[in-house]
Nanobody, 119 residues
Framework: QVQLVESGGGLVQPGWSLRLSCAAS????????MGWYRQAPGKPRELVAA???????NYADSVKGRFTISRDNAKNTVDLQMNSLKPEDTAVYYC?????????????WGQGTQVTVSS
């Protein structure tokens, strides 16, 4: 049973930093793309950042230059370093992994972690 476990998040002031981490448990799979999404109250879930299996990142325009996504393939983890946080970054953040096991392709979501940016 493949599961994702997130850590990090919390309440910070504008301009501060936070680091989110997400780890996959289980075995017998390959991980393709990894990503972070967020959902603010009353808004649809949106992609924040993603990284390919080869380590190529992609960012939403709203976070470019402030957020950095990284992955550790040996540990099956992905991190999101968030700097210069703004109140509009407040949301529940979810990690997403896309897996392959044999001929099967599937995805899993983390449980979500709250990030609140407020003075």
């Amino acid at each position: 049973q493949v599961q994702l476990v997130e850590s990090g998040g919390g309440l910070v002031q504008p301009g501060w930093s936070l680091r989110l981490s997400c780890a996959a448990s289980g075995s017998g799979f390959s991980i393709n793309a990894m990503g972070w999404y967020r959902q603010a109250p009353g808004k649809p879930r949106e992609l924040v950042a993603a990284i390919t299996s080869g380590g190529i990142p992609n960012y939403a325009d709203s976070v470019k230059g402030r957020f950095t996504i990284s992955r550790d393939n040996a540990k099956n983890t992905v991190d999101l370093q968030m700097n210069s946080l703004k109140p509009e970054d407040t949301a529940v953040y979810y990690c997403n992994f896309r897996f392959t096991t044999g001929i099967w392709a599937y995805e899993r979501w983390g449980q979500g972690t709250q990030v609140t940016v407020s003075s």
